[in-house]
């Protein structure tokens, strides 16, 4: 069966850090990319990062880029984003997503599996 378990999550002020992680079970996780997006109240579904299969190529939404920093190990099916810089605009459940090609996307609809998220609340 199919797992994606993400956390990390939590209450932190602005300016704070967080750490996400996710742990991938049941699937062929080295040969896809991985993503992360979040979800607001009210709000549709934000791009936040993406790696590609191997590691070496990785996007940012530009809301996060320059503060944000997404990295995987593959021994470990585990893929992470380090949060640094924290805003109140962060505040979202992030969720962590498998993708169905080896290479990163921008779009929900490119990826194939999705965990239940975790909650980042960044205080002001």
């Known amino acids: 069966q199919v797992q994606l378990v993400e956390s990390g999550g939590g209450l932190v002020q602005a300016g704070g850090s967080l750490r996400l992680s996710c742990a991938a079970s049941g699937l062929t996780f080295s040969t896809r990319a991985m993503g992360w997006f979040r979800q607001a109240p009210g709000k549709e579904r934000e791009f936040v990062s993406a790696i590609n299969w191997s590691g070496d190529i990785t996007y940012y939404g530009d809301s996060v880029k320059g503060r944000f920093t997404i990295s995987r190990d593959n021994a470990k099916n585990m893929v992470s984003l380090q949060m640094n810089s924290l805003k109140p605009e962060d505040t979202a459940v992030y969720y962590c997503?498998?993708?169905?090609?080896?290479?990163?996307?921008?779009?929900?609809?490119?990826?194939?599996?999705w965990g239940q998220g975790t909650q980042v609340t960044v205080s002001s």
């Open positions: 997503a498998a993708g169905a090609y080896s290479r990163g996307t921008y779009y929900g609809r490119d990826y194939e599996y």
